[in-house]
T-cell receptor, first 111, second 115 residues
Framework: KQEVTQIPAALSVPEGENLVLNCSFT??????LQWFRQDPGKGLTSLLL?????REQTSGRLNASLDKSSGRSTLYIAASQPGDSATYLC??????????FGKGTKLTVNP | GAGVSQSPSNKVTEKGKDVELRCDPI?????LYWYRQSLGQGLEFLIY????????KSGLPSDRFSAERTGGSVSTLTIQRTQQEDSAVYLC?????????????FGQGTRLTVV
């Protein structure tokens, strides 16, 4: 059974800092990995999708990497801003087709 | 449509009543997912549709929960005889299938409160 773990559960940083969020998964047989953000009371917004054959994806200040063999992904946020405050979730899709989610990292960026 | 649309956005119901939650996926998306997010908890998988069929309904918590999808588009999640523990945000997502780019997009959710 696939299990996804996100560390840390919460993170508070000053504005402008670069930061890394971690995601690990137990079964390396995945099709893809997706990072989302969730604002309070809202749905999930897709940030980045990494296919199993890819090593990383970039979008603006965000960079996500994938090491499938070790079951790890990181989301790097450069020059963090207060607007980046949200809960960040990673999810993996394997043979069962469903997305398996971690419990998320709650990020607070202080002005 | 431009995105995944869910209705209603909020629903308050009395214990024991039936409720229907609706999801309109992105046009052309063949895969559709339902998830549940309870207060302070992670996302719990409920059911997955490929077209109109549900290859994986393993996450439905009990036989009070059912879902259908018609025309390969709109999906309805029905909860019968609601209980207080059913209170949660119900999220729907859709994606293409088998294209190599299966990015999932979520709706804003339906917040269900059973009183």
């Amino acid at each position: 059974k696939q299990e996804v773990t996100q560390i840390p559960a919460a993170l508070s940083v000053p504005e402008g800092e670069n930061l890394v969020l971690n995601c690990s998964f137990t079964d390396s047989a995945i099709y893809n990995l997706q990072w989302f953000r969730q604002d309070p009371g809202k749905g999930l917004t897709s940030l980045l999708l990494i296919q199993s054959s890819q090593r990383e994806q970039t979008s603006g200040r965000l960079n996500a990497s994938l090491d499938k063999s070790s079951g790890r992904s990181t989301l790097y946020i450069a020059a963090s801003q207060p607007g980046d405050s949200a809960t960040y979730l990673c999810a993996v899709k394997g043979g069962s087709e469903k997305l398996v989610f971690g419990k998320g990292t709650k990020l607070t960026v202080n002005p | 449509g431009a995105g995944v649309s869910q209705s209603p956005s909020n629903k308050v119901t009395e214990k024991g009543k039936d409720v229907e939650l609706r999801c309109d996926p992105i046009s052309g998306h063949t895969a559709l997912y339902w998830y549940r997010q309870s207060l302070g908890q992670g996302l719990e998988f409920l059911i997955y549709f490929q077209g109109n069929s549900a290859p994986d309904k393993s996450g439905l918590p009990s036989d009070r929960f059912s879902a259908e999808r018609t025309g390969g588009s709109v999906s309805t999640l029905t909860i019968q005889r609601t209980q207080q523990e059913d209170s949660a945000v119900y999220l729907c997502a859709s994606s293409f299938y088998g294209t190599g780019n299966e990015e999932a997009f979520f709706g804003q959710g339906t917040r269900l409160t059973v009183v």
